[in-house]
Nanobody, 127 residues
Framework: QVQPVESGGGLVHSGGSLRLSCTAS????????VGWFRQVPGKEREGVAC???????NFKDSVKGRFTISRDDVANTVSLHMNTLTPAAPGVYFC?????????????????????WGQGTQVTVSS
């Protein structure tokens, strides 16, 4: 059973930065596609960013240039680095995984692609 576990959520001032991390026991994240999604009450979950097993990346248009995604193969984590956070950023951020999918260059930020989901971590942005 692949169970993603998120960490790093919290309160940040508008314009600030936050790093979310995701890991899972018993698997190697370098063999998986990992996506980050955001959900706010009353709205559908939306894709934010993803990282493929071959380090291909994809981002939601509104976060391009502000968010980055990276993988630490030693720590077995995938992190979402969020910079210049805006009042549109708050929500519950979910990590999702699909795999193993080896040597895949592209990834997609559509939730239908992913099988394994974490419980989410709350991000709050204060003005």
């Amino acid at each position: 059973q692949v169970q993603p576990v998120e960490s790093g959520g919290g309160l940040v001032h508008s314009g600030g930065s936050l790093r979310l991390s995701c890991t899972a026991s018993g698997i190697s994240l370098e063999d998986y596609t990992v996506g980050w999604f955001r959900q706010v009450p009353g709205k559908e979950r939306e894709g934010v960013a993803c990282l493929s097993s071959s380090s291909g990346k994809n981002f939601k248009d509104s976060v391009k240039g502000r968010f980055t995604i990276s993988r630490d193969d030693v720590a077995n984590t995938v992190s979402l680095h969020m910079n210049t956070l805006t009042p549109a950023a708050p929500g519950v951020y979910f990590c999702a995984m699909e795999g193993p999918i080896l040597r895949v260059g592209r990834c997609f930020i559509s939730d239908s692609v992913y099988t394994h989901w974490g419980q989410g971590t709350q991000v709050t942005v204060s003005s």
